[in-house]
């Protein structure tokens, strides 16, 4: 009732009032409401007090109908809320593949990243599915894009241990050993959050278990405490034994 009493305002003029009755309704996805506060002559662009505009809230809240009604009346698809992130970044925060396809269809960069310099695929691979991850794969997104902390997909998906999504990164040629602004690699960010699987494949994927981050530390040295101990102790005698294998191969050539 009180977004209706806030559309005879907006019948005459534009006020902070209309932007806020706007967004409160696109926000609880009530579709007509919305429709009759643009009828009435609310700002499309108008920006509730913390700064969202309407589309970026209804995105968040997952009402495809609203969404769709905003655009067909000219939304700003890269309008951005006060962290910076658009319509995209927020459904792909949301883990709303639904949400994050229908903007990707109605033209949406797929490539927007939020104030923190996180993508939307480095979302998607923190919070969604698999099928999300890989469909803003296939619309281009890209694939080594880092956040500010140098983080990529591929990082954030093994700190969260999110093991198909991990694979399928690794599968569209994610870099094994691309390191975060501390050094840190997947495999280090899989061990220091004790995911065991994640680190188990990633291991089988051939990531370097003597690989130091910035403070000159392994993944062992994250996860002592925990499970996937054994497994990197494992992975670690491994490829010692490889190096000296292949350095005595070496030796005996050079002997030749």
């Not at 093994?158 to 994610?174: F, Y």
């Not at 870099?175 to 994640?198: F, H, I, P, Y």
Request: glycine content about 8%; hydrophobic content about 45%.
């Amino acid at each position: 009732m009180a977004v209706r009493r806030y559309a005879v305002r907006c019948e005459h003029a534009q006020s902070q009032d209309c932007a806020t009755a706007l967004v409160a309704a696109a926000q609880r996805g009530r579709k007509e409401t919305v429709e009759l506060l643009l009828d009435r002559g609310a700002d499309l662009e108008g920006k509730s007090p913390d700064g969202a505009t309407s589309l970026v809230v209804a995105a968040s809240g997952g009402h495809k109908d609203t969404v769709e009604l905003l655009l067909d009346r000219g939304a700003d698809l890269e309008a951005k809320e006060r962290h910076g992130a658009t319509a995209l970044v927020v459904a792909a925060q949301e883990g709303n593949k639904d949400m994050v396809e229908l903007l990707l269809n109605r033209g949406a960069d797929v490539q927007a990243k939020d104030r923190y310099g996180t993508p939307a695929l480095a979302w998607a691979a923190r919070r969604c599915g698999k099928d999300t991850v890989e469909l803003l794969l296939d619309r281009g997104a890209d694939l080594e894009a880092k956040d500010r902390d140098g983080a990529t997909a591929l990082a954030w998906a093994a700190w969260r241990g999110r093991k198909d999504t991990v694979e399928l990164l690794l599968d569209r040629g994610a870099d094994l050993e691309a390191k975060n602004g501390e050094g840190a690699t997947a495999l280090a960010v899989a061990a220091s959050s004790g995911r065991q699987d994640t680190v188990e494949l990633l291991l089988d994927r051939g990531a370097d278990v003597e690989a130091k981050n910035e403070a000159g530390k392994v993944a062992l040295d994250f996860c002592a405490a925990n499970a996937c101990a054994s497994v990197l102790q494992g992975a670690e005698r491994i490829q010692r034994w490889h190096r000296r294998r292949i350095l005595a191969m070496w030796a005996d050539t050079c002997v030749m």
